[in-house]
């Protein structure tokens, strides 16, 4: 049984009162809440279309790359924040089902830049339209236009905070 943020929210102020705060306890229950459930949907849709979230992720990362949708191992491994033998993994994998292939630099043998076939194309649009559709159509019967930009500048402002540091 999913305990409500409420619920959650009382039992921290009742039972560790020493960390409560009245604004910012509750809204950091909320927004991990709304992580979880934006993270769990996402995830069922990665599944239905054959990904793990990583290799999702990779894809992703490739197809909004400029064309022709190639970076280095070195690039990919920045943009996920990936360590470098479970990247290789990942290649590994996504090469074998056919969705990348490697290519050799032209200035550097030792660089082998990955790119997406064209096999991926329409599973990584189909899985993306899918995603991005669920997720657009949830948020808009909630929240207007405005309130989805304001809570955007404010939850850029938060990771901006952070930017660099880690966070």
Not at 18 to 39: E, I, M, N, Q, S
Not at 67 to 80: D, I, R, Y
Request: aromatic share 4%; hydrophobic share 40%.
């Amino acid at each position: 049984m999913d305990v409500s943020v409420s619920e959650l929210i009382k039992l921290h102020q009742e039972n560790w009162s020493a960390t409560f705060d009245p604004v910012h306890t509750p809204f950091f229950y909320t927004l991990h809440r709304v992580h979880g459930k934006l993270l769990g949907r996402a995830m069922q849709v990665m599944e239905r279309h054959g990904f793990t979230p990583s290799e999702f992720d990779v894809l992703a990362s490739l197809r909004r790359s400029p064309p022709p949708h190639e970076m280095t191992p070195s690039q990919l491994q920045q943009a996920l924040l990936i360590t470098s033998g479970g990247l290789t993994k990942i290649l590994q994998q996504l090469e074998g089902r056919g969705l990348i292939a490697r290519s050799i630099a032209s200035g550097d043998r030792r660089v082998k830049p990955v790119h997406l076939t064209g096999a991926a194309f329409p599973v990584v649009e189909a899985a993306m339209r899918e995603m991005v559709g669920q997720e657009c159509h949830r948020v808009a019967t909630l929240l207007s236009a405005e309130e989805i930009r304001r809570m955007t500048e404010l939850l850029a402002k938060m990771l901006a905070d952070g930017e660099g540091q880690g966070v």
